[in-house]
């Protein structure tokens, strides 16, 4: 176990005068199984490629594992499948990978196949079979579930429920329920970090929302409350001066 600690991030896109992130700062324990969450356009995909460095940031973000992308990139369609394994972890061990495979239902003859042979579930399996026998590595896995039916989604949650050690983007709430034991959320002014699945995470902002909700409203009220009273005791001053004069203002 050891932690990721973002500190003070910064960051804003070349050009733009909105930051995406501004002095966010939290921690995530490596042996989390973390959901990401946040609407579209939040910065979800822009935190990952901070992780894995490619922008330039104000702040720290210090780890002591190297990250690694699903989907992988630089896959090549025509290569040999054993091959591309080989390029992702070059020192795995054959029984290791098998047993992965086993995991996931994709037998073992796949990897001795053109890659564009496999179908797009077996491609993704395949992947993030050969990222889990990384060592020392946190995964980022970005919407694994676009290319699996309904019983390959079903395979891939329970295996990253025998997992540790990543962050999972994905619009599938019952896929996200069934393997991460922690939320990732970003919202409008910060990023929150809360223990349990999505389900729960969901439940507690609905009841925070109407909490705000509520206390907008009673907000409201006494604002109104407030200037009526304040309109009622400016008439009561202006009345009363005006018969202090002898003349209605009015």
Same mark, same amino acid.
């Given at each position: 176990?050891?932690?990721?600690?973002?500190?003070?991030?910064?960051?804003?896109?070349?050009?733009?005068?909105?930051? !995406? +992130?501004?002095?966010?700062?939290?921690?995530?324990?490596?042996?989390?199984?973390?959901?990401?969450?946040?609407?579209?356009?939040?910065?979800?995909?822009?935190?990952?490629?901070?992780?894995?460095?490619?922008?330039?940031?104000?702040?720290?973000?210090? %780890?002591?594992?190297?990250?690694?992308?699903?989907? +992988? /990139?630089?896959?090549? /369609?025509?290569?040999?499948? $054993?091959?591309?394994?080989?390029?992702?972890?070059?020192?795995?061990?054959?029984?290791?990978?098998?047993?992965?495979?086993?995991? $996931?239902?994709?037998?073992?003859?796949?990897?001795?196949?053109?890659?564009?042979?496999?179908?797009?579930?077996? /491609?993704?399996?395949?992947?993030? %079979?050969?990222?889990?026998? @990384?060592?020392?590595? +946190?995964?980022?896995?970005?919407?694994?579930?676009?290319?699996?039916?309904?019983?390959?989604? @079903?395979?891939?949650?329970?295996?990253?429920?025998?997992?540790?050690?990543?962050?999972?983007?994905?619009?599938?709430? %019952?896929?996200?329920? =069934?393997?991460?034991?922690?939320?990732?959320?970003?919202?409008?002014?910060?990023?929150? !970090? /809360?223990?349990?699945? +999505?389900?729960?995470?969901?439940?507690?902002?609905?009841?925070?929302? =109407?909490?705000?909700?509520?206390?907008?409203?009673?907000?409201? @009220?006494?604002?109104?409350?407030?200037?009526?009273?304040?309109?009622?005791?400016?008439?009561?001053?202006? =009345?009363?001066? %005006?018969?202090?004069?002898?003349?209605?203002?009015?």
């Amino acid at each position: 176990m050891s932690l990721i600690k973002v500190t003070n991030l910064t960051f804003a896109y070349d050009g733009s005068y909105d930051n !995406i +992130f501004e002095n966010v700062s939290f921690q995530i324990d490596t042996d989390w199984k973390l959901g990401f969450t946040g609407r579209n356009g939040r910065g979800k995909t822009t935190f990952l490629h901070l992780l894995l460095g490619k922008y330039e940031y104000s702040g720290t973000i210090s %780890a002591n594992v190297g990250f690694e992308y699903f989907p +992988f /990139q630089g896959v090549h /369609q025509e290569s040999n499948t $054993l091959d591309i394994i080989g390029d992702i972890v070059p020192d795995f061990l054959h029984w290791q990978l098998l047993r992965e495979l086993s995991l $996931l239902q994709v037998s073992e003859d796949a990897v001795y196949r053109v890659f564009g042979s496999l179908s797009h579930g077996e /491609q993704t399996k395949v992947l993030l %079979a050969a990222l889990f026998l @990384k060592e020392n590595s +946190f995964l980022l896995i970005d919407e694994p579930t676009n290319h699996l039916d309904l019983d390959g989604r @079903k395979l891939v949650s329970d295996y990253l429920n025998t997992k540790s050690g990543f962050i999972l983007v994905s619009h599938d709430r %019952a896929f996200l329920d =069934n393997c991460v034991d922690h939320i990732l959320s970003i919202n409008k002014t910060n990023i929150e !970090i /809360q223990k349990g699945n +999505f389900s729960s995470w969901w439940e507690n902002k609905k009841r925070q929302d =109407n909490l705000e909700l509520a206390e907008n409203e009673k907000l409201r @009220k006494d604002i109104k409350r407030l200037s009526a009273a304040a309109k009622r005791t400016l008439d009561w001053s202006e =009345n009363s001066e %005006a018969k202090k004069i002898g003349f209605d203002p009015v």
